[in-house]
């Protein structure tokens, strides 16, 4: 079975600070997304990671995969409070071209960032 | 709008009740996911449909659960006799699917249900 572990699960930092969000999953997989949840809101999808090595920024946000360590990291530079959210990794449980878009989300990190 | 739209935003029902959650995808996604989130989870699939058909409905917890997608685009999920485990969050999401292959999942606001 499919497992998802993201780590930590609740972060409060400072404004300006930097931080890494890690996120382990169990098996092969060849598609990993991150996604943003504010209170009360549905999933904003921030990055796809389709490939070893794979990565991706926007803004203050930078995202990278590791298919051999099954290692995705969400890297938060010079945070500002308007990146306090929940943030969820999820992989796609299925392998080339079976792909079913089916995914297994972590627990989710909840961010909080201070003036 | 353009997005998934889902309805209702909030159900409140009591226990032993039938609930149906409404979901509908955006035009031309052939791919349609159910997900529920219990509170300070993240999100469990229940069910993808791809066009009419249930193409994977491992994640149903039990026979209480079943959803249709009749002519490939709105969905609905029932709930019979519920139960307050149920109470969660129930995420619908669409896909498109380009050579078979599903792309990124499109999520809409969800459907809050709480079972008294």
């Known amino acids: 079975e499919l497992k998802v572990e993201q780590n930590p699960l609740f972060l409060s930092m400072q404004e300006g600070k930097n931080y890494t969000i890690y996120c382990n999953y169990s098996?092969?997989?060849?598609?990993l997304y991150w996604y943003r949840q504010d209170p009360g809101k549905s999933l904003e999808s921030l990055f796809v990671?389709?490939?070893?090595?794979a990565v991706k920024q926007e803004g203050r946000l930078m995202a990278s995969l590791d298919t051999k360590a099954r290692l995705s990291t969400l890297h938060i530079t010079a945070a500002v409070h308007d990146l306090s959210a929940t943030y969820f990794c999820?992989?796609?449980?299925?392998?080339?071209?079976?792909?079913?878009?089916?995914?297994?989300f972590g627990q989710g990190t909840t961010l909080q960032v201070k003036p | 709008g353009a997005g998934v739209s889902q309805t209702p935003s909030n159900k409140v029902t009591e226990k032993g009740k039938y609930v149906e959650l409404r979901c509908d995808p955006i035009?031309?996604?052939?791919?349609l996911y159910w997900y529920r989130q219990s509170l300070g989870q993240g999100p469990e699939f229940l069910i993808y449909?791809?066009?009419?058909?249930?193409?994977?409905d491992s994640g149903l917890p039990n026979d209480r659960f079943f959803a249709v997608r009749p002519e490939g685009s709105v969905s609905t999920l029932k709930i019979q006799r519920t139960e307050r485990g149920d109470s969660a969050v129930y995420l619908c999401?669409?896909?498109?699917?380009?050579?078979?292959?599903?792309?990124?999942?499109?999520f809409g606001e969800g459907s809050r249900l709480t079972v008294l």
């Open positions: 035009s031309g996604h052939t791919a």
């Open positions: 999401a669409s896909s498109p699917v380009e050579r078979g292959v599903p792309g990124e999942l499109f």
């Open positions: 999820a992989v796609d449980t299925s392998i080339g071209s079976s792909n079913t878009g089916k995914l297994i």
């Open positions: 449909f791809q066009g009419t058909g249930a193409a994977d």
């Open positions: 990671l389709l490939s070893n090595g």
């Open positions: 098996t092969t997989s060849d598609r």
